[in-house]
């Protein structure tokens, strides 16, 4: 996420929120989704917030008493429990999301406890720049925000690691399978003998190994260029 103003957008960004701090992270991603990017952030039940669990808590209660004078029920403000709902609410607030615009980015960015099933076979970023591990001293208090929310009325957590021992024991298995069967195509290949049709093939233009980004169309500009000079050569003979 810490790219040049100059990149194209991706067409999705998974962020993995474990690890990171609250603050930093929302302003990361309130920056992206105004600027039009999609993205998605999921375990969000493993953010942190900077400051014992006590301080956050007090915290917690002062922000539990603002409520509208006379129908809190319909005119809020609304205190989420969760903590996909409570990164959704501290992104909002760093977001005009009033306006058409807010409104736009708001719906360009959604957030999950654990890894639903769409976004778990997908490839999860983190940012460097609201990284715990890089930011925080190894002696300040930092809060977990699932077991804040688990003390404040959340009552997922259970659920939410059962699901995501699951998935970790699910991807294991895919990972064992998918290296065995390289393995195993790695050894059928050697066994065959492909060297000299590979060799062969690509003497003929053919790529058989992954090639670096725009080989692909150096090769078309290559195979163009011949076809152009042998269409040349056969207007100048007839």
């Known amino acids: 996420l810490n790219r040049p103003a100059r990149k194209m957008f991706e067409k999705e ?10 603050g930093r992270l929302a302003s990361t991603v309130a920056k992206e989704i105004l600027a039009g990017q999609k993205v998605v952030v999921v375990r969000c039940e493993g953010i942190e917030m900077t400051g014992s669990m006590i301080r956050n808590k007090m ?8 409520r509208h004078s006379t129908n809190p029920s319909k005119h809020g403000p609304f205190h989420y429990r969760s903590p996909a709902r409570i990164f959704w609410r501290t992104v909002r607030g760093m977001i005009p999301h009033k306006t058409y615009r807010g409104t ?12 639903p099933e ?22 300040r208090k930092t809060t977990v ?4 929310a688990s003390q404040s009325g959340w009552k997922h957590a259970d659920l939410i690691k059962k699901l995501e021992a699951q998935r970790i024991a699910k991807s294991q298995e895919f990972y064992v399978e998918k290296k065995a069967s390289v393995v195993k195509k790695a050894k059928a290949e050697a066994a065959a003998g492909c060297d000299k049709i590979n060799s062969t093939l690509e003497s003929f233009g053919y790529y058989v190994a992954p090639t670096e980004a725009g080989a692909t169309a150096a090769l078309k500009a290559e195979m163009g ?11 100048e003979e007839e």
């Not at 736009?104 to 890894?115: K, Y």
């Not at 490839?123 to 002696?139: C, E, I, Q």
């Open 104 to 115: 736009q980015a708001m719906a360009r960015m959604q957030t999950f406890e654990g890894v």
């Open 59 to 66: 915290k917690w209660a002062r922000f539990m008493r603002l």
């Open 145 to 148: 925000l699932g077991e804040m």
């Open 13 to 22: 960004i998974v962020i993995d929120g474990s690890g990171h701090i609250l």
């Open 225 to 235: 260029a011949i076809s152009n000079i042998v269409e040349e050569v056969k207007t």
């Open 118 to 139: 769409p976004f778990d076979k997908k490839k999860r970023m983190v940012v460097p720049n609201a990284l715990k591990v890089l930011h925080v001293k190894t002696y």
